[in-house]
């Protein structure tokens, strides 16, 4: 590509705050449930990048599609990509199109088609880097590229953006599509790979959950991820996840306490599976336990009856009873999950659509 950024360039990352910061200082922003992207576009050839610097273009040719209709021949875009649903979005049906069969992808495409929401311009269409511009400068140039090319587009959406607290405070507590708000200087260049312009606050959730079973780390027979366990009403222990985010000296201190109980019952529902083409040795080999310890973890998402992403360990709550960590303690993140399920039918994704469109519009004319 002759853009002056090429793929490999790493999008600006967020620092986790406990509160919206405040002032005139900030620019604020949904965090959208999706997949973070950059996309580029020189003349004919179009990339879509993720977060991770892995290529997503052939798992959205949707969104390809749209970019290729753009008038514009050139220009770096960075966004989120979503699939809306009937009451939000779906983050399970964004993850069903990481698939290796084209023909799937295809198939999906059709009937969960995906959407790119943009929040910033770094390239323009003359291919201009904006990187070293404010973000005050780099968002108004966003707003005019999107009112001359996004128009009746339904694949590439502007994202909406507010300087209003109030407004970012109902977004914070919307819970349809979104893990927060994101909150950037305004006065700041595009850091690259960096958290130093922006940050983003989630919602918290918390549970107790059973050990039900372990995982040695890859190296040293210590501790590497301790695997959680909910119980069901008909008395089930069903593998919900799992948790790792202690430190070496914590490792050392509870790998004794645990493998006293090795050899218990462990699971009695659905256990660990097994390995997957993103294992290791460690993540796919696990001791089961008797289910004695509980922990408090905090999650972000609970979906497909597990949490997303591993958990963050809170504390141990030796005074619970293992009995009492039941799935009703996920109950309003699991209805959450529910309303994000994949549309049944087109008018459902265009109703979505059009809440998007219409709280683009409504927050570009308050700002």
């Known amino acids: 590509m002759t853009l002056?950024?090429?793929?490999?360039?790493?999008?600006?990352?967020?620092?986790?705050?406990?509160?919206?910061?405040?002032?005139?200082?900030?620019?604020y922003e949904p965090k959208w449930d999706g997949f973070r992207c950059l996309a580029f576009r020189d003349g004919?050839?179009?990339?879509?990048?993720?977060?991770?610097?892995?290529?997503?273009?052939?798992?959205?040719?949707?969104?390809?599609?749209t970019l290729h209709r753009l008038r514009a021949k050139r220009f770096v875009l960075d966004g989120e990509i979503v699939v809306p649903s009937a009451d939000g979005l779906s983050f399970d049906a964004l993850l069903q199109r990481i698939h290796p069969a084209q023909s799937r992808i295809d198939k999906l495409s059709n009937e969960t088609p995906a959407v790119f929401l943009v929040f910033d311009l770094l390239v323009d269409t003359r291919g201009t880097d904006l990187t070293g511009k404010p973000l005050a400068d780099r968002r108004e140039r966003l707003d005019a590229f999107a009112a001359a090319q996004l128009k009746g587009q339904r694949g590439v959406i502007l994202s909406p953006a507010t300087r209003r607290i109030a407004e970012a405070r109902?977004?914070?507590?919307?819970?349809?599509?979104?893990?927060?708000?994101?909150?950037?200087?305004?006065?700041?260049?595009?850091?690259?790979?960096e958290r130093t312009a922006m940050v983003k606050i989630k919602r918290k959730r918390t549970a107790d959950c059973v050990v039900g079973g372990f995982r040695y780390a890859t190296r040293g027979k210590v501790v590497g991820s301790l695997l959680l366990g909910l119980y069901d009403d008909d008395g089930l222990?069903?593998?919900?996840?799992?948790?790792?985010?202690?430190?070496?000296?914590e490792r050392k201190r509870i790998t004794p306490m645990v493998e006293k109980l090795a050899g218990g019952e462990g699971f009695t529902g659905r256990a660990p599976?097994?390995?997957?083409?993103?294992?290791?040795?460690?993540?796919?080999?696990?001791?089961?336990?008797?289910?004695k310890l509980v922990v408090e973890v905090e999650y972000d998402h609970f979906t497909g009856g597990r949490f997303r992403h591993g958990t963050k360990f809170m504390r141990w709550r030796p005074e619970k009873a293992p009995s009492q960590c039941t799935l009703s303690q996920v109950a309003e993140a699991r209805r959450e999950a529910a309303r994000r399920a994949p549309p049944k039918t087109a008018a459902t994704r265009r109703t979505t659509r059009r809440r998007i469109h219409a709280g683009s519009d409504s927050a570009t004319r308050r700002r």
Do not use: C, N
């Open 170 to 193: 109902k977004w914070l507590a919307a819970r349809e599509g979104t893990d927060g708000v994101m909150a950037k200087r305004l006065d700041a260049p595009y850091a690259t790979g």
């Open 44 to 65: 004919d050839r179009i990339e879509l990048r993720s977060k991770s610097d892995q290529s997503l273009t052939r798992y959205f040719p949707e969104i390809v599609a």
């Open 4 to 27: 002056p950024i090429k793929p490999g360039y790493l999008p600006m990352e967020a620092r986790v705050v406990a509160a919206l910061p405040t002032g005139a200082d900030w620019q």
């Open 273 to 291: 599976g097994g390995p997957s083409r993103w294992s290791t040795k460690r993540s796919s080999e696990w001791v089961s336990l008797a289910p």
């Open 237 to 249: 222990l069903h593998h919900v996840g799992f948790t790792s985010s202690f430190t070496a000296e």
